[in-house]
């Protein structure tokens, strides 16, 4: 969010903020980023509360978190990092393959890069609609698997959605698994391994 290169003025408060104040800073807009969980859940009513009676917009940075996710966007640096290629988070079609070069081509044509066992960006849906995975959790394709086990993959995005009243999370999964639905466990519980994105 980039809302002083668009020539916003912006003051950033990093603790509990008294809804007295808003005389003082009089906002347009209130970006709001209490973590994980309800605005309730940290004090925030109250501030909601005044902001409504006073008509200023209000933003909640996990609403938007849990937005993209119910998209299928992802967040380059939490969902992909520098190994991951457009192929792999399924943006093969912003690749101008048939021009005759083009930055990153020798890249792509690499044979490690093209294995069908490398980890592509997946949807995942809990078996358990309740269950919100932990980010970081590791996909094992067996839960009787014995250690030391190679995992298929990790959890790399996971929220509660409200609106689709039900958990869903994104993972980097092995290629193989994207081409049909396996039932793969993760260290809180099952899950379903849900469409390439």
Request: one cysteine or more; aromatic letters at 6%; proline letters at 7%.
């Amino acid at each position: 969010m980039y809302y002083r290169e668009a020539g916003a003025e912006v003051t950033t408060l990093r603790a509990g903020f008294d809804p007295a104040r808003l005389e003082e800073f009089r906002p347009d807009l209130v970006v709001l980023s209490p973590g994980p969980g309800r605005p309730s859940d940290f004090g925030c009513d109250e501030l909601l509360t005044a902001l409504d009676e006073r008509g200023i917009a209000a933003f909640g940075v996990e609403a938007q978190r849990i937005l993209r996710l119910e998209k299928g966007h992802f967040i380059v640096g939490q969902d992909t990092d520098g190994t991951v290629t457009p192929d792999d988070a399924g943006l093969s079609w912003a690749i101008g393959r048939n021009k005759a070069d083009f930055v990153g081509k020798r890249s792509l044509q690499r044979p490690a890069l093209q294995s069908p066992d490398r980890r592509q960006l997946v949807g995942l849906l809990t078996t358990d609609p309740q269950l919100v995975l932990e980010e970081g959790s590791q996909v094992l394709g067996q839960a009787e698997n014995a250690a030391p086990v190679r995992p298929l993959g990790h959890v790399t995005s996971s929220y509660y959605s409200a609106t689709l009243d039900r958990s869903i999370a994104m993972a980097l999964a092995l290629g193989v698994l994207v081409v049909l639905f396996f039932a793969v466990t993760l260290v809180k519980g099952p899950a379903v391994l849900n469409r390439p994105l």
